[in-house]
């Protein structure tokens, strides 16, 4: 199931770092997705970035301090807001917010208010190299990852201080999909889940070759979504532009033979096959190692079959759910259906090519999920996340009843 945080309420915690200034963006990305965002501030955070910043884009005041703020009375503020978080991200963390945690320290707003939270918290660690890697440090993170906060690992690369190593604050769109993962019920735990992903490429000569415009988005958002359920995702990829995900075994290929290959190597250790590439059909016979040049008027390209990926497996797919994709611009559910047996799929998606909003390329999509007994299911037009959270509802179902 998808986890949204459309109406949930969202509590920032900033502490006093170099990093501060990322949680601004962070509140900009939890309001696009319709989530109340309140946010509680240390004093020294106070030195990097303003409350008033946080306050103006949140709509909301900001939490300061345990006492009465221009006349308003904030000795029982952190308690409700506590009380009615539904989420708690602290960003960045560090590590004297870390020690008064896993201590149970209670002397300002934001530490008095996580003694009192019930809700899910995740931590960003974000401080010097040293500081992050010293024994106290450490314990103190063991601890509270024993006490089930979620811990967001630091980044590493040159950090503002001038030393190299871990310590960064993650990009805010990272916390945010890292803060999402966390409150995603796991109900693919222990699934191993392998999807194809994207088109592939046949070379013709050095500077060209046969494709399709498959960006891989479908695929991807399969991926990232069963991996947030925890699921152990193989993403075995055509080549996108796309940023890789997060916590999944990615496998760039380029051809339909490399992606045939990778898919056998990784077979035997799956229960899931989830099969969204768009794999070319054919591939020259005979690609050139020199660039064609264009000396005659005509010229006929010789192609290949390549192997059917699908079907291959279907063949040999044992207790595995078999799940394809069905790219069609015309009779959909004819030409879908006739995959689904030919293949020996347990579903296929019914894909329509040819509208904007919908196929290779779209944010969106418009498919029809159709069952081996014969059911057919068709969605409305929704975003591919949308579409990739349903499809592993549905393989779920098929795991539980079969
Ligand atoms: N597929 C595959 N290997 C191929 C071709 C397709 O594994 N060589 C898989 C795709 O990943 C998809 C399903 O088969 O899950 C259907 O692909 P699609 O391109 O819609 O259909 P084809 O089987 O290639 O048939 P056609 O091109 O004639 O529609």
Redesign the pocket.
Known sequence: MKTTLNGKNIVIGVCGGIAAYKSVTLLRLLKKQDAHVRVIMTLNAGAFVGPLTFEALSGMKVCTSLFAENGEDASIKHIEWAQSADAVIIAPTTANMIAKLAAGIADDALSTFLLAVTAPVMLCPSMNTHMFEHQTVKRNLKTLKQDGYHILAPDAGELACGVTGPGRLPEPEIILDRFLACLTPKDLSGRKILV?SGPTQEAIDPVRFISNPSSGKMGQAIARAAEMRGADVTLISGPTSLTEPLNIKMIKVNT?LE??QA?WHHFEHTDIII???????YRPVNPKHRKIKKVQDETVLELQ?????????GKNKGGRIL??????TEDLQK?AAM?LAQ?NLDL?VG?LIGPDDSGFNADTNRVQFLYKDGTIETLHKMSKDAVAHLLLDRILQLTISS
Do not use: C, Q, R, Y
Request: net charge positive; no cysteine; glycine share 4%.
């Open positions: 194809t339909a992606m045939h898919v099969k969204a590439a768009a794999v070319s059909d079959k390549n192997p059917d990926i699908l079907k291959e497996l799940v394809g994709f069905a790219a069609e030409n995959k293949k296929i894909n």
